[in-house]
């Protein structure tokens, strides 16, 4: 019996079951993956125990011996596998990083110009329920009514109109890749900082499977659990010019301590990141997310912009008649996990909005190829076709589970072990 199971054995079946959960069931929520062993090993680790406020060297803490190591070599990496010029990896979270990043170039009521939530944004771009939009005057661009895609003149003409201090480019739930030199040229324009969120493709970034915004951008935010396979957390990614000013932000401006075991973790992740598997990775993650749409099209499904780049899709349910939030949780008992999602001009309330979003970030970390994402497809259209058939919802699940055998995802097991 391990130690969590003689202590506390309710919290230990709790971790139990959803191991099992994430090994049953095929995983597309865009923003998940499977992260190896060795970063959760890092992350499970005696780190945790420590203190470290401030930065490798000058720390306001004694005892820093190690830790100092763990994040300078964290550091190191990062640096290496954007090629990025400074490097700050405590941020907690995504929300944190960016809310940091505005601490260190706005002041309260200065203007933000984003992309609209329901066009594929984030919260933390400036959606009027966000800091980010509270704190701040938040504008917004969004898309091309008809492709669905940015439309960089009006973008432009967003950007001279409102005149924003920052320029934010980066989305959850778009699924092209953006013109980051145009974004630039258009920062320069009005004279504004432009930042990136990378969170959702920093992984394909690292994998050479998208462009880096890191030429074109001041600053970059990303978190590195999502495409990027590491641990809970993120980091920003700057100019030396904004070096300071960001870490600034970043402790004291918003947090306290880093949480060092991830810090070790995200490490770990990067040296993951920098390896060839990892390349190769990124690539499938592209051709898994582009089989599924393509399966998804033949069956004649409406996909917001007619396809994928990324690692993710939105499905546009709107002319099905069809509740998003149905379909979601049919789906889920037939054991294909993702969530309901706004899609661009959505008619329809977000807590029940016009499409699904899927992605092929974990189910790639498991080993899926082209003729899994397939059987995902073909899968994901029976569901939808029979949506009140319970009976149905179970034989389906049963026979994912049995199909997902075939693929042990990583990381499960660590905790028995
Ligand atoms: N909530 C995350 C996502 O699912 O995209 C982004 O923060």
């Known amino acids: 019996m391990n130690a969590l199971q003689a202590t506390d054995p309710e919290i230990h079946a709790l971790i139990c079951q959803e191991e099992e959960r994430q090994s049953d069931k095929i995983r597309l929520i865009a923003s998940e993956n ?15 125990n420590k203190y470290s406020e401030g930065y490798p060297g000058k720390r306001y803490y004694e005892g820093q011996q190690i830790i100092d190591q763990v994040e300078s070599v ?19 979270s995504g929300s944190p990083a960016n809310i940091a990043t505005y601490l260190a170039f706005l002041q309260p009521g ?16 400036g959606a009027p329920v966000s800091i980010s939009g509270r704190y701040f005057r938040a504008e917004s661009y969004s898309v091309d009514p008809e492709s669905k895609r940015l439309d960089y003149d009006q973008v432009r003409k967003r950007a001279l109109e409102c005149r924003p ?31 990136v969120d990378m969170a959702h493709f920093s992984g394909l970034v690292a994998g050479g499977a998208h462009p880096s915004p890191v030429p074109y951008a001041d600053v970059v935010t990303t978190t590195t659990h999502k495409s990027l396979r590491g641990p809970r957390g993120a980091m920003i990614l700057c100019r030396d010019q904004y070096a300071a000013a960001i870490d600034k932000a970043v402790f004291p401006g918003l947090q306290g301590g880093p949480h060092d075991h991830t810090t070790a973790a995200i490490a770990v992740a ?19 997310a582009r089989t599924l749409a393509k399966t998804l099209l033949d069956k004649g499904f409406n996909l917001v912009t007619g396809g994928t780049d990324n690692h993710l899709l939105l499905v546009d349910l709107s002319a099905t008649g069809l509740s998003s939030k149905k379909v979601a949780k049919a789906l889920d008992r037939a054991g294909i996990v ?14 029940d909005p016009g499409g699904i979003r899927m992605g092929a ?12 994402m397939v059987f995902v497809g ?27 055998r075939q693929f042990p995802a990583p990381g499960l097991g660590h905790l028995l072990a």
Not at 111 to 116: V, Y
Not at 171 to 182: E, G, T
Not at 187 to 193: K, L, Q, R, S
Not at 361 to 372: I, N
């Open 165 to 195: 201090r920052l320029l934010v480019a980066g989305h959850s739930a778009h699924p092209r890749i953006l013109d980051f030199a145009k974004f630039r040229q258009i920062a320069d324009e009005v004279g504004a900082i432009f930042m």
């Open 361 to 372: 970030c974990a189910v790639t970390s498991r080993g899926f190829k082209e003729k899994d």
């Open 34 to 48: 499977y992260v190896s062993n060795s970063v959760m090993q890092a992350t499970g680790s005696v780190l945790t």
């Open 338 to 351: 993702l969530n309901y999602n706004t899609i661009p001009f959505d008619t329809r309330k977000p807590t």
């Open 110 to 125: 200065d203007t933000i110009l984003g992309m609209a939530l329901p066009h594929g944004g984030h919260l933390t771009h």
């Open 378 to 404: 073909d899968i994901i259209a029976a569901v939808i076709a029979r949506l009140d058939d319970e009976a149905f919802l179970a034989k389906t699940a049963a026979h994912v589970k049995e199909y997902c």
């Open 270 to 288: 990067m040296k993951e990141a920098a390896s060839d598997a990892f390349k190769d990775y990124a690539h499938q993650v592209v051709k898994n």
């Open 74 to 92: 964290a550091i190191a990496r990062v640096k290496a596998v954007f090629a990025a010029e400074h490097v700050n990896v405590q941020p907690y």
